[in-house]
């Protein structure tokens, strides 16, 4: 009864809060509008689809042990207390992608983003989440790459790894240039973002030598330095002669941040990757904390329209019509492929009752999808004329702040060079025009939102305390990713000749990491060479290798539902992932066919070609024209490539399903047999 | 006064759960844990030591995909 109660009661909530959005379509609205309906939406997805799932779709059970239980040995397999496995499951999943997907995506205006983030989290995202995490709990705990292999067949093994390994380089290459742009000719950024590294080494010492695993006083300590370093970095900003040494153009910071990922790869984990690890684990729990209790209190106005002319493929900050980039865009914030990486990694060691899937793997994903919310609110606070000053490329407005502020203006989205500079003084910068990637334009509306709640004098600090926030766990994806993509390697080279294979031999990780950091480094590179940013190319590319990721992990899950007998409930995997097949082979049609040069990779390309050798390019576009358009075209194949594995999974997954369906035999199911639940009650303190 | 001190009796149980979740949450005590499992499972053999067990968990965390974009 009191269900009932609470469902209508929040249904009731969200249709008025949805009915407030509807109506105030011409004005501006208030983000509590916005919060209100998705928290609202994301408890009504989980007090009643979620446990619909859980009971009818996934049989969740009980009674049944879990693998932390049959095989627990005090190391990885744990029974912990599900809100603690929440907490790890929600820190390993939560990375920048929903910062920076929403913030682009708000070209289109607040609408469509939001509404992907609220639908696609509670119908998609969540429910591939949670449909892994058991699926890998019922298997002890194997990997996305291994359920594949066993269920469907080599094929789908062999996709999941070459699109898991894809889907890194293309992650860390794009997050890199989210930070070299932020750290541009910023010294107060780029001192801070040095700064965290002794910290982080500092911390590395600490655990290792002068008091091994205490990780809680090592964090506080870690984070009261890099608190610190935020405001030594200001005072560097002041300080004309050391100023200098940390102003650098994109250039060099690129060359910076790939030495920097190719040392922190070979140099053991202890000294700076797992150390940064805590301190920005620490930072994001904080950070995303205090911005829902900023944003509840202060409750500013969105001034975005709720959709711009941009729909029409005509965005100034990537090309393509709404459907299908905006979905390809907001990417992370509604369904993420990378999270079945984890929701088939370490968090299924960690399930003392089947019955937590619902919360930690449905839960943690609803939790994501808010903090998606939240920068998407952070970016259309904004000015719209700000926001499009601050996120478009010179190469698309006009070098100078004039003809950039003539440009956007033009638009319809009146913004001053006065304006630009009063906003830039405030925040501790020289300029904020053509800061593209998403990071600065994310800190101005952050540092906009603490502001007013705890302080306007501080405006710089928090501006900067964000740009360090998203550095610190930028930097951690790009070390992270780096090592289990220098793995993956090893494990496809080893199948070539066999000492290569071997991880722990010295020479492997040698050629396989700087392989890795190859392959990153060189999209970084022509993404910072290029005029239009860089970020328009890659982010698009990153999305949809993405979304392929979750439709293989899609295509698992249903072919699982569907050798167990579930055929009647596979639409609740098979409706997403006819969606995203849907939504990215449209959008890699049209990156690959389209002639618009600013959607189309071969359209791109050979425009450029044309140019270059008709000799009507400016003697510096021309320098790099010949890498630019080996990029473009290289992006095209990869796009053909990532839609051909994306089919090759689903059409094998259809033909395991469909001999299942008409009585053949198929490969028999990897779950492990029934075991009865002996564990009677996880105390809180329990953990990994 | 006995009202008071229930009071506070309960802030620092409150305070014992708050700090003992934190730990938890970051893995502050993963060690004890483990002591307890060891001397459940195999009573009478050493355990390894809190440094070896720090280490070999951190090399067991950084070989797998632990975090996300």
């Not at chain 1, 109506?23 to 446990?51: D, K, M, Q």
């Not at chain 1, 820190?91 to 983003?113: D, K, S």
């Not at chain 1, 940390?246 to 040392?263: E, H, N, Q, R, S």
């Not at chain 1, 700076?272 to 690890?277: C, E």
């Amino acid at each position: 009864m009191s269900t009932k109660i609470t469902g209508i009661g929040l249904a009731l909530a969200a249709a008025l809060a949805l009915g407030g959005l509807a109506l105030h379509r011409h004005e501006p609205i208030n983000a509590l509008w916005i919060v209100t309906a998705a928290v609202c939406i994301y408890l009504l997805g989980y007090r009643f689809y979620a446990a619909w799932i859980a009971a009818r779709v996934l049989s969740v059970d009980g009674s049944r042990a879990t693998p932390a239980e049959r095989l627990s040995n005090g190391r990885d397999f744990v029974p912990t207390h599900r809100w603690i496995a929440f907490g790890h499951h929600f820190a390993a999943i939560a990375g920048p992608g929903p910062l920076v997907g929403p913030t682009l995506a708000a070209q289109f205006g607040y609408l469509p983003g939001t509404l992907w983030i609220l639908v696609g989290a509670v119908l998609g995202g969540c429910v591939q989440d949670m449909t892994i995490l058991l699926l890998s709990t019922r298997r002890d705990g194997r990997s996305l790459g291994q359920m594949a292999r066993d269920e469907l067949g080599p094929l789908g093994g062999f996709a999941a790894l070459t699109g898991t390994l894809a889907i890194m380089i293309i992650l860390i290459a794009v997050l890199g240039l989210v930070i070299v742009n932020a750290m541009k000719h910023s010294p107060w950024g780029t001192s801070t973002v040095f700064a965290t590294i002794p910290v982080a080494i500092l911390v590395g010492i600490y655990l290792r030598f002068l008091r091994p695993g205490r990780v809680l006083e090592a964090s506080l300590l870690g984070v009261a330095l890099v608190l610190l370093a935020v405001l030594g970095g200001g005072w560097v900003d002041h300080r004309e002669g050391i100023r200098d040494w940390f102003d650098y153009g994109a250039l060099p910071l690129a060359g910076f941040v790939i030495v920097y990922g190719w040392t922190a790869a070979i140099l053991p984990v202890w000294l700076l990757l797992a150390p940064r690890d805590y301190l920005s684990t620490f930072l994001k729990l904080g950070t995303v904390m205090l911005l829902a209790v900023a944003i509840v209190l202060t409750h500013p106005q969105i001034r975005m329209p709720a959709i711009t002319q941009f729909i029409d493929g005509s965005g100034p900050l990537f090309g393509g019509k709404l459907f299908p980039f905006v979905f390809i865009t907001i990417a992370c914030g509604a369904i993420s492929g990378f999270h079945s990486l984890v929701a088939s990694g370490t968090t299924p060691k960690l399930i003392s009752n089947e019955a937590d899937v619902r919360l930690i793997g449905y839960g943690s994903m609803a939790l994501e999808s808010f903090v998606a919310i939240m920068a998407m609110i952070a970016a259309t606070l904004l000015d719209p004329g700000v926001y499009f000053a601050i996120n478009t490329a010179a190469g698309v407005v006009g070098a100078t702040p004039e003809a950039a502020v003539q440009t956007i203006s033009g638009w319809g989205f009146p913004v001053t060079a006065d304006q630009m500079n009063r906003l830039a003084q405030a925040m501790g910068e020289r300029t904020l025009f053509a800061r593209t990637g998403g990071a600065p334009s994310l800190a101005v509306g952050m540092a906009s939102i603490f502001g007013s709640t705890f302080g306007r004098g501080l405006l710089a600090v928090w501006y900067h305390f964000a740009i360090m926030f998203e550095a610190v766990f930028i930097l951690t994806t790009l070390d992270a990713g780096t090592r289990v993509g220098r793995f993956m390697l090893q494990d496809l080279l080893g199948q070539a000749w066999k000492p290569l294979g071997r991880t722990s031999w010295y020479p492997s990780a040698l050629i396989a990491s700087t392989l890795v950091v190859a392959a990153w480094g060189y999209y970084l590179y022509v993404g910072v060479i290029d005029p239009n940013g860089g970020v328009n190319i890659l982010w698009p590319l990153f999305g949809i290798s993405n979304q392929m990721l979750a439709g293989i992990a899609l295509s698992v899950a249903t072919g699982i539902l569907v050798k167990s007998g579930k055929a009647r409930y596979a639409l609740v995997t098979l409706i997403p992932l006819a969606w995203l097949a849907l939504i990215t082979t449209t959008a890699a049609w049209q990156k690959i066919t389209s002639p618009d040069i600013r959607i189309g990779f071969f359209a791109a390309a050979n425009d450029l070609a044309g140019r270059l050798a008709a000799g009507t390019l400016p003697a510096e576009r021309a320098a790099v024209a010949p890498q630019l358009i080996f990029n473009q075209r290289l992006d095209g194949w990869l796009t053909m490539l990532f839609t051909a594995l994306l089919w090759l999974v689903i059409l094998d997954m259809l033909r395991v399903c469909a001999r299942r369906l008409r009585g053949e035999p198929v490969a028999q199911t990897s779950e492990a047999p029934y075991q009865v639940r002996r564990l009677t009650d996880v105390p809180e303190g329990s953990s990994p | 006064m006995s009202g008071w001190r229930g009071a506070s009796a309960r802030f620092i149980r409150w305070l014992r759960v708050v700090w003992s979740g934190l730990r938890a949450a970051c893995g502050d005590d993963a060690y004890e844990r483990y002591l307890v499992h060891f001397s459940r499972e195999h009573p009478g053999r050493p355990p390894a030591s809190r440094r070896e067990f720090y280490r070999e968990s951190e090399q067991r965390k950084w070989s797998g995909v632990s975090r996300c974009c």
